[in-house]
């Protein structure tokens, strides 16, 4: 199970980190799995802003997030970490974290993954 958390409103410009722990599996589990932030807006489909392979490499799919975004993770917390800095408006929507199930980065990237657990809402005031 994911959990994600630490959105709220923050001004344009601020920063924000996100946290999702996996709850129910062991850390040697988790290591071996591949992350992806995904978020959606209102009146729009789920997109992957963030992935992280199991072996550390890193993927920002969107151009809009590369530079601002950085995914990071804590095998011994069973945690991905999301840090945002200069938000800005359209970065709000609801993040949702998720994994391969040890399938391969590559289904994280076509959204092939586990169950959806619950978002947090983050929203970016101009």
């Not at 209102?42 to 992280?52: D, I, S, Y």
């Not at 200069?86 to 399938?103: F, H, I, M």
Request: aromatic share 10%; glycine share 14%; proline share 2%.
């Amino acid at each position: 199970q994911l959990q994600a958390s630490g959105g709220g409103l923050v001004q344009a410009g601020g920063s924000m980190r996100l946290s999702c722990t996996a709850s129910g599996i062991t850390e040697n589990t988790f290591s071996g799995y591949s992350l992806g932030w995904f978020r959606q807006a209102p009146g729009k489909q789920r997109e992957l802003v963030a992935g992280m392979s199991d072996s550390g490499m890193t993927h920002y799919p969107e151009d809009s997030v590369k530079g601002r975004f950085t995914i990071s993770r804590d095998n011994s917390k069973n945690t991905v970490y999301l840090q945002m800095n200069s938000l800005k408006p359209e970065d709000t929507a609801v993040y949702y974290c998720n994994t391969d199930l040890g399938r391969g980065y590559y289904h994280v990237v076509v959204g092939q993954v586990g169950d959806w657990g619950q978002g947090t809402q983050v929203t970016v005031s101009s």
